[in-house]
């Protein structure tokens, strides 16, 4: 079995990857320019320079093939935009290197071991660039004769093609015959059938015919007839991810398994095979390895052995370049009862190099706004822009875009189409902001359940919240 491993059709690529988007959908990139400068307003991001010129850098160095089994950290408070600096990455990251996007609570959640969840995400940020030649049949259709049975069950029938310097008859089966009144390849088509598949495309109608119809489309397209032989090598070139290749390749799933995104567990065995498929393609020169980039977000809630298992990972060298996010400081390392700096044991922290990011200025705060308006088409008016502004410096950004929606919706009901502060103010007292909710469970005291946890995870107390008590205990 070793010997026929298939990287099936390229098309099956992308499904995985369009999750996750809504908050961020502003995010076009990491607006920076040539030099790698961070431009002030561009592609969706504001103001962060110094991490977004240090994850262009990354970018860079990814691009050229030069970084694998490295690790970032991008280490800062919350909504600082870590996670739309990491989004602004993969979008300059160019269609062809991989990028894959983990939340790290997802590594729990699935139905397989932690360790090869984060086997499958780490192949799937592995690209592997495939070159095949496949020798294309291309011209013209000069005419298409066919002749049925008196059944009408076989068809038989002779396809004429030509370039401008030669003809050339084919003769026609079943198959061809279907295919080609599929498509509705008619004469005077350009036409390219793929020999190993059969497949046929229409490229477009020759400019030798475009007055023989008056009956066409408005999208009729007009291409030159061909040039030259009509039988041409073609070299096409696929990009598909080592985890692709796994489960295309494993019995029990079969490729359909990557609709369902349900993989199950691949037997390392058949890992261990295609890694040595994939060197040898290496080395006849049809492969070529990308190595792409993996981000975990929320890093610190993976716990010590999933960080004992990416050391290890980090090490191999088919790695991806690891990008992590975390807002913790001091916490506790899942998994164990030490705390360390931002949810990370030391020896990973040792591997990473660490990107903070700051909270934002009143400025940024504002173009965020902004942006974020355009993006969901929301017209608010200066005064409310400014209210808004002084809301998120007093509250959190997050908050605050949040808001922006609500308060279109207030501001529809009295068809007016601009957002006011009235608008703003109404959203505001119908939603809760952390703070607020927080003072409101105090006035509360005594209605709501609480269940207090002891420091070996049992239940201490259980019954209603008394802050007041609480607050007094812990002073
Ligand atoms: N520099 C920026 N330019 C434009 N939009 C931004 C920028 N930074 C953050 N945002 C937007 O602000 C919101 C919050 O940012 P984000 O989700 O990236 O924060 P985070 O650092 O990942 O926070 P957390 O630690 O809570 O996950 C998002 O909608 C994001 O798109
Ligand atoms: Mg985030």
Sequence with gaps: MAAQISTGTSELRDITKMERIGAHSHIRGLGLDDRLEPRGNSQGMVGQGKARK?????LKMVQEGRIAGRAILFAGPPSTGKTAIALGMAQNLGADVPFTMIAA?????LSMSKTEALTQAIRRSIGVRIREETELIEGEVVEIQIDRSLTGATKTGKLTIKTTDMETVYDLGNKMIDALSKEKVLAGDVVAIDKTTGKISKLGRSFARSRDYDAMGADTKFVQCPEGEIQKRKEIVHTISLHEIDVINSRTQGFLALFAGDTGEIKPELRDQINTKVAEWREEGKAEII???LFIDEVHMLDIECFSFLNRALESELSPLVIMASNRGMSRIRG????????????LLDRVLIVSTKPYEEEDIQQIIQIRCEEEDVTLSTDALAVLTSMATQTTLRYALNLISCAQIIARKRKVSEVEVEDLRRAYTYFMDEKRSVQWLKEQQGSLVFEE???????VREGVVDLEKDAMDSS
């Design 105 to 109: 609570s997802e590594v729990f959640s």
């Design 336 to 347: 164990t009862t030490f705390r360390s700096p931002h949810g990370l044991p030391v020896d």
């Design 453 to 459: 946890i002891g420091k070996e995870g049992e239940v």
């Design 54 to 58: 240090a994850a262009g850098m990354i």
């Design 291 to 293: 190595p792409g980039v």
